[in-house]
Structure formats: structure tokens, C-alpha cells
């Protein structure tokens, strides 16, 4: 036994490796619902309004009114709340499909939506193929005397160039039917459902299962004759098995958190978000995803078609159609929270490990607590800097016989706390640290008086009371 006094952790950042996690089933909050005479009827996108309590939505296509609405969300089944509606002036609602907000104060409408495809009438197309994003003021919004806003209109298309395949051509176009949106250092970033393009019908290689990431950067001055052209930046499989039907992987709302570390995308049956991203080098982080169930044993699908941060862990979600609904997710319980004692798979701890940003902390559910967790396959290696945290009191037991615990490779930095180590007939069976590693009220155990359960190779550091019983 060896207590020492220690300053604060330190935190640093690590870029992950691509990686995509399953975490299981969840259920979500019941945020209220839209009543069946309410004039929003296809809630298709969501925006928080500056009082950081209400959002903002609208209808999808198809529509007469070119209103959006401001409202309140309820609880379990209760009539939502409108609390403002604004006519958006010099529009028509071909396809409204989301809303993003900046950090200027504006909401921006985006009709991104298949405008054409390639079942559309060539007659029609050449003017539906240019697509618009009205960027709309809060402050006219809830100004007391509005009951109308005029927008700022920026027209754009999609490019024929830029692709992983390059065979698109001059008389080529490409026509996105695009759900989701974000807005990210003064750019709108767009995720697509499906996409088409004519007369080829296959320029640009598109792939079934992903979505195609566009940038667009808001210029003033364009129009119908001369629109702003995104640009194509990436791609991502959301096709996780070959049985996978569309309602699992087509996108249909994005948002981004307030600090900005978390891109969420929803389909009707799954939400992803994607962490330890650098820049808008989004889909390269980390994806974690989970599948919506209504009683944790189940799996369903369900029409949402918009999702908002309402801080920087939890989301808001809204459900397309007559009658629909809000509903709310916790993120990071998905993500860092330990649910289960399995060595691995949704829930478990070495899931969560892989979902973390660097600097995370990661915490166990109650039942955990005094629970052991058995890792029968491979040692816990921490990949990145990371925290496992257990508050006084509330211990945790990590338990392997056939593997060393864990493993803290060389430039990573760990923090332990309240979490007891059990090793058995391995040699050096307990905590190998080539890193940093800070243990706090800690106990490692050794079932053999004769193997180490601490080995160590890097920088260790001790606070309050550790038992290392070799």
C-alpha cells in the first residue's frame, strides 16, 4: 500500500481509427405529441430556438402554407405546444426536408429534397434541379409583431465533379434526395437519403447503404440562372448487414452538438453519431449506432425526420405525419455508458472504449456497481486517453484469469478510480502501463501471490488509497 497526494488529471487528444460500434437497443423519452387537427402534420426538421427550450419546425412537402411553427415539447403523451407560427414570405414548399441553426443567431430552411430522380419527368427537371437553403433570423422570428419573415435565398446545385468515380459528364445531372442538414463554420453540410443522376444513371459511382457528405458555402448573390455548385467531400457505409432494409440506413435528419464533438444522423430505424472527428473531417470518427425499440426487447421503425442538440449530450427527435411526436435520446448513455458486465458487445465496457473521444470518461449504470465485469477474450487496451471514473463507495470489479486486465500503450494517458482489479494465473496478469496512468482509491488483486497484477513501464501516478496485492 502506497497513498499519495496527486494533482488534477491531464487530458489530451488522440484521432481515432475509423471504427463503427453497435451499442444496442434504445428507447426513447416521450417529449409529447402533435394533436390530430395541429397544422403540422409532417414535421420534418427541428432547430433550437436562442431561449435553448423551444424549437422550430416545419412541414414537409407538399404543403399550401409555407409556415414555420415554434414550440414546446411535452411530456409522455401530451399535446405539444405551438407558441408561434411565421409565414416565410416568396417561397413555395417544393421539399422542405430539415433546419440548422448557426451560432449568429439564424435557422436556416433547406429544401434539399429529391427534387428530381430518376423516375422524374425530363421535361420538369431542368429547373428543379437547383435547390435552396432560406436563411431565416431568429430575432424576426420571435420578434412580438411578426407573423411573417422575408428569407435570404441562396440557390445551389450539386456538382458533377469531385466523386470517387469521375465519369460524370457536361450534359450529366445530379439529382440528391437529401433529408439532413447541418450548419459548421459558416457552411451548410448536406447527407443524402438516396441519390441519381441522369442521363447516365450512374455518374459518379454511387454506392447503395451510404451517404454522401456535400459542402456549401453560403455566398450571397446567387440565383436560378447562376447557383452557388456544393462541393462532394465524403462518404460513409451505413449498411451494416446485407439484410439491412432502407429504413435502417437512409438518412433523414443530422445534427451537431453545441461544442461540436458530435455529428448525429437518424434514419427511421437507427441513430448514429460520430465522435473523435477532426475539423469536418466528420465521418471518419468514431460511429457508434443503435437501433430504436419501443420495449428494450424489441426493434422498430419510425418516421423521424428531424433531430436538434438540446445540449451537448441529449437530442430531440421528430416524427413525420399526422399526429407525430418528440422524442429525446441521451447520447452519451448510448456511448459511454457501461450497461452490462459482458466482456464484449452493445453495453459492455470495451464497447464503450471504442466509442469514446479522446479525454472521455466513462461510467457504469447502478447495477454495475459491485458487479464484476469478466474479460475472458483479450485484455481492455486503452486507445485512446480516457477516464474511468467510479464515485467513493461505489466499486467496480473487473475480473481476468485467462488475459492480463489491462493495457495502457505508450503515449496514451488512463485515470482509474474506484475500480477493483481482479488477475489470476497470468503472468503480469493485472495492468500493464507503457503510458500514463493515474490510479486513485484503487485495488488490483492477484489470485497468484506468484504473477504481478501491476507492471510498469511508463509514468504512474497514485492518489489516496491503493492496495496492489501481488
Same mark, same amino acid.
Given at each position: 500500500?502506497? &497513498?499519495?497526494?496527486?494533482?488534477?488529471?491531464?487530458?489530451?487528444?488522440?484521432?481515432?481509427?475509423? #471504427?463503427?460500434?453497435?451499442?444496442?437497443?434504445?428507447?426513447?423519452?416521450?417529449?409529447?405529441?402533435?394533436?390530430?387537427?395541429?397544422?403540422?402534420?409532417?414535421?420534418?426538421?427541428?432547430?433550437?430556438?436562442?431561449?435553448?427550450?423551444?424549437?422550430?419546425?416545419?412541414?414537409?412537402?407538399?404543403?399550401?402554407?409555407?409556415?414555420?411553427?415554434?414550440?414546446?415539447?411535452?411530456?409522455?403523451?401530451?399535446?405539444?405546444?405551438?407558441?408561434?407560427?411565421?409565414?416565410?414570405?416568396?417561397?413555395?414548399?417544393?421539399?422542405w426536408?430539415?433546419?440548422?441553426?448557426?451560432?449568429? *443567431?439564424?435557422?436556416?430552411?433547406?429544401?434539399?429534397? =429529391?427534387?428530381?430522380?430518376?423516375?422524374?419527368?425530363?421535361?420538369?427537371?431542368p429547373?428543379?434541379?437547383?435547390?435552396?437553403?432560406? =436563411?431565416?433570423?431568429?430575432?424576426?422570428?420571435?420578434?412580438?409583431?411578426?407573423?411573417?419573415?422575408? &428569407?435570404?435565398?441562396?440557390?445551389?446545385?450539386?456538382?458533377?465533379?469531385?466523386?470517387?468515380?469521375?465519369?460524370?459528364?457536361?450534359?450529366?445531372?445530379?439529382? $440528391?434526395?437529401?433529408?439532413?442538414?447541418?450548419?459548421?463554420?459558416?457552411?451548410?453540410?448536406?447527407?443524402?437519403?438516396?441519390?441519381?443522376?441522369?442521363?447516365?444513371?450512374?455518374?459518379?459511382?454511387?454506392?447503395?447503404?451510404?451517404?454522401?457528405?456535400?459542402?456549401?458555402?453560403?455566398?450571397?448573390?446567387?440565383?436560378?440562372?447562376?447557383?452557388?455548385?456544393?462541393?462532394?467531400?465524403?462518404?460513409?457505409?451505413?449498411?451494416?448487414?446485407?439484410?439491412?432494409? &432502407?429504413?435502417?440506413?437512409?438518412?433523414?435528419?443530422?445534427?451537431?452538438?453545441?461544442?461540436?464533438?458530435?455529428?448525429?444522423?437518424?434514419?427511421?430505424?437507427?441513430? %448514429?453519431?460520430? +465522435?473523435?472527428?477532426? /475539423?469536418?473531417?466528420?465521418?471518419?470518427?468514431?460511429a457508434?449506432?443503435n437501433?430504436?425499440s419501443?420495449?428494450?426487447?424489441?426493434?422498430?421503425?419510425?418516421?423521424?425526420?428531424? $433531430?436538434?442538440?438540446?445540449?451537448?449530450?441529449?437530442?430531440?427527435?421528430?416524427?413525420?405525419?399526422?399526429? /407525430? +411526436?418528440?422524442?429525446?435520446?441521451?447520447?452519451?448513455?448510448?456511448?459511454? %455508458?457501461? +450497461?452490462? $458486465?459482458?466482456?464484449? /458487445?452493445? /453495453?459492455?465496457?470495451?464497447? #464503450?472504449?471504442?466509442s $469514446?473521444? #479522446?479525454?472521455?470518461?466513462?461510467?457504469f449504470?447502478?447495477h454495475?456497481?459491485?458487479?464484476?465485469?469478466?474479460?475472458?477474450?483479450?485484455?481492455?487496451?486503452?486507445?485512446?486517453?480516457?477516464?474511468?471514473?467510479?464515485?467513493?463507495?461505489?466499486?467496480v470489479?473487473?475480473k481476468?484469469?485467462?488475459?492480463?486486465?489491462?493495457?495502457? &500503450?505508450?503515449?496514451?494517458?488512463?485515470?482509474? +478510480?474506484?475500480?477493483?482489479?481482479?488477475?489470476?494465473?497470468?503472468?503480469? *496478469? *493485472?495492468?500493464?502501463?507503457?503510458?500514463t496512468? %493515474?490510479?486513485?482509491?484503487?485495488?488490483?488483486?492477484?489470485?497468484?501471490?506468484?504473477?504481478?497484477?501491476l507492471?510498469?513501464?511508463?509514468?504512474?501516478?497514485?492518489?489516496?488509497?491503493? %492496495?496492489?496485492?501481488?
Amino acid at each position: 500500500m502506497r &497513498p499519495l497526494a496527486l494533482v488534477l488529471f491531464f487530458i489530451s487528444f488522440y484521432h481515432a481509427i475509423d #471504427a463503427q460500434v453497435y451499442q444496442g437497443l434504445i428507447v426513447p423519452d416521450k417529449k409529447g405529441r402533435f394533436g390530430n387537427s395541429s397544422p403540422i402534420t409532417q414535421a420534418s426538421g427541428l432547430a433550437l430556438d436562442q431561449n435553448g427550450v423551444s424549437y422550430w419546425t416545419h412541414n414537409d412537402q407538399g404543403n399550401p402554407l409555407t409556415d414555420v411553427y415554434k414550440i414546446l415539447t411535452a411530456t409522455g403523451e401530451q399535446t405539444i405546444t405551438i407558441q408561434k407560427t411565421v409565414e416565410v414570405l416568396n417561397t413555395v414548399n417544393l421539399d422542405w426536408e430539415d433546419m440548422a441553426k448557426d451560432d449568429a *443567431g439564424n435557422i436556416y430552411l433547406c429544401q434539399v429534397g =429529391k427534387n428530381c430522380n430518376a423516375n422524374s419527368d425530363p421535361l420538369e427537371c431542368p429547373t428543379r434541379y437547383v435547390f435552396k437553403v432560406y =436563411k431565416l433570423p431568429l430575432a424576426s422570428l420571435n420578434h412580438p409583431d411578426s407573423v411573417s419573415v422575408t &428569407p435570404e435565398t441562396f440557390y445551389f446545385k450539386y456538382p458533377l465533379m469531385g466523386y470517387d468515380v469521375n465519369n460524370c459528364g457536361p450534359d450529366d445531372t445530379v439529382f $440528391v434526395n437529401c433529408e439532413a442538414s447541418i450548419w459548421y463554420n459558416d457552411a451548410m453540410y448536406f447527407f443524402t437519403k438516396n441519390i441519381w443522376s441522369k442521363s447516365t444513371n450512374n455518374c459518379g459511382g454511387w454506392l447503395e447503404g451510404y451517404t454522401y457528405m456535400f459542402k456549401l458555402s453560403l455566398t450571397a448573390g446567387s440565383s436560378m440562372e447562376n447557383p452557388l455548385v456544393a462541393q462532394y467531400i465524403a462518404k460513409v457505409n451505413l449498411k451494416m448487414s446485407a439484410s439491412d432494409l &432502407p429504413a435502417k440506413y437512409q438518412v433523414t435528419a443530422a445534427a451537431i452538438s453545441p461544442d461540436e464533438t458530435i455529428l448525429a444522423l437518424v434514419t427511421y430505424g437507427r441513430i %448514429w453519431q460520430f +465522435r473523435n472527428f477532426t /475539423g469536418d473531417d466528420f465521418l471518419s470518427g468514431t460511429a457508434t449506432y443503435n437501433d430504436y425499440s419501443n420495449t428494450g426487447l424489441d426493434t422498430i421503425t419510425r418516421g423521424y425526420e428531424g $433531430v436538434e442538440f438540446l445540449n451537448n449530450r441529449y437530442i430531440t427527435l421528430c416524427v413525420d405525419g399526422v399526429n /407525430g +411526436r418528440l422524442s429525446g435520446i441521451d447520447l452519451d448513455s448510448l456511448a459511454l %455508458w457501461v +450497461r452490462n $458486465v459482458n466482456n464484449a /458487445g452493445p /453495453g459492455s465496457l470495451r464497447n #464503450a472504449m471504442l466509442s $469514446v473521444t #479522446a479525454g472521455d470518461t466513462i461510467h457504469f449504470l447502478p447495477h454495475i456497481i459491485n458487479d464484476t465485469i469478466q474479460v475472458t477474450s483479450t485484455p481492455l487496451i486503452f486507445d485512446k486517453n480516457m477516464h474511468l471514473i467510479q464515485p467513493n463507495g461505489q466499486p467496480v470489479f473487473i475480473k481476468a484469469f485467462t488475459t492480463n486486465v489491462m493495457t495502457v &500503450p505508450t503515449g496514451k494517458t488512463v485515470s482509474l +478510480r474506484n475500480i477493483h482489479l481482479i488477475c489470476g494465473n497470468v503472468t503480469n *496478469g *493485472g495492468i500493464i502501463n507503457s503510458g500514463t496512468l %493515474w490510479l486513485e482509491n484503487m485495488n488490483i488483486n492477484s489470485a497468484n501471490p506468484a504473477n504481478r497484477s501491476l507492471i510498469n513501464m511508463g509514468n504512474l501516478n497514485v492518489r489516496g488509497v491503493c %492496495w496492489l496485492n501481488n
